[in-house]
């Protein structure tokens, strides 16, 4: 991502031998004390620009590079879908990991922000609070049985060399077909049909291993979604809570120039100095409203991306994901998911889909 290189944090910085068996709390205090470094001196503070988590990083825009992230062209997004399929579906357990995890970190920052200085209702502070910390653990366990999924498949392959030699193959034929080189490839895909009776009695215990890491693989982003939807969640009811503030002031500033306007005798400096408070109130206010509203964009378009991924695992590995909505307290103005999204199994084995994702 093209931007400021000053504001860009690699996973690289923040997942040291020191992080590596931290607490997401201790994480996040970790990854605070990197951030404050990393802005020393710095023309902003990171609460002024917005943070976004690609290509293995952490970067923080300014209104132009945010603007430029919202405003993607139709081909590039296609691709960054098509990429973030291919990393859930192929990345390893650990990578797959870091990212969600500094998704969490963030999530709790926003929360540990408003929550400091009673900027949300303490209801919805105690609520994201307990549905974040679910999330977390739900991530973890499903992190360390994909870690065992991975482990067997490895384990099998190493075992037996064909499944992975008629993949490869497989593969191959994919790239001739796609290249147009039709007699090569009609030649390969004679030879994989005469091996192929072979290769699924091989790789009948594969191809389970395989599904099962495909559902918990789905599971994961959908944790990621999850976590997206609840920043999101937070970020509105500040916003919701600045719009309200903004209203007062404006209300409190004509009250203010209406008594100056008096000619009744009173103590116009006192007002005057009232006024220019409110102004002053309402000019911070606002300052803070145009980058959570550029946040609240942000995330937003994220969460759609990734919700455009579920939907393209789901397709790839027929699978689906159940989205169950929570409703919000009082006057939350959006709504969250619900953490808990089953996913609902297919008895028929996919083992065709096992070509089909090694070779995204």
């Known amino acids: 991502m093209a931007g400021q290189e000053e504001y860009t944090i690699s996973f690289q910085n923040i997942f040291v031998p020191q992080s590596e068996k931290l607490s997401i709390e201790q994480f996040g205090d970790f990854l605070e004390s990197v951030v404050a470094k990393t802005f020393k001196g710095a023309e902003y503070s990171p609460h002024e620009l917005t943070p976004v988590v690609e290509d293995g990083a952490i970067h923080w825009l300014d209104v132009l590079q945010a603007e430029a992230v919202l405003h993607r062209k139709v081909n590039t997004q296609k691709e960054t879908i098509k990429s973030s399929v291919r990393s859930s579906l192929k990345n390893h357990p650990k990578i797959l990991g870091k990212e969600l995890k500094v ?81 090569e490839a009609t030649q390969l895909a004679i030879e994989l049909t005469r091996s192929k009776k072979r290769y699924l009695v091989l790789s009948r215990g594969l191809s389970t291993d395989i599904a099962a890491g495909n559902r918990l693989r789905l599971k994961l982003e959908n944790q990621k979604r999850i976590v997206l939807n609840w920043r999101l969640h937070l970020i509105a009811q500040r916003e919701s809570i600045l719009r309200e503030e903004q209203r007062n002031l404006r209300k409190a500033a004509e009250n203010l120039k209406q008594i100056l306007t008096q000619k009744d005798e009173i103590n116009k400096e006192e007002y005057q100095k009232k006024l220019i408070a409110c102004a002053q109130q309402m000019e911070k206010n606002q300052k803070e409203l145009n980058a959570v509203q550029m946040e609240q964009a942000i995330v937003r378009q994220k969460e759609k991306e990734t919700e455009m991924v579920l939907t393209q695992i789901q397709e790839i590995i027929g699978e689906t994901v159940k989205e169950e909505t929570i409703k919000p307290l009082k006057s939350s103005s959006t709504p969250a998911q619900d953490e808990s999204a089953p996913i609902k199994e297919k008895t028929k084995h996919q083992r065709m889909a096992t070509i089909e994702r090694r070779n995204l």
């Open 103 to 183: 998704l969490v970190v963030l999530a709790f920052s926003t929360l540990k922000r408003y929550k400091s200085k009673y900027q949300i209702p303490e209801g919805e502070i105690n609520r994201a609070k307990a549905q974040l910390d679910r999330v977390s653990h739900q991530v973890s366990n499903l992190l360390k049985e994909l870690r065992i999924r991975e482990e067997r498949i490895q384990e099998t392959r190493d075992k037996t060399p064909f499944i992975q030699e008629f993949e490869q193959k497989m593969a191959e034929l994919l790239n001739l077909q796609k290249e147009g080189r039709t007699d």
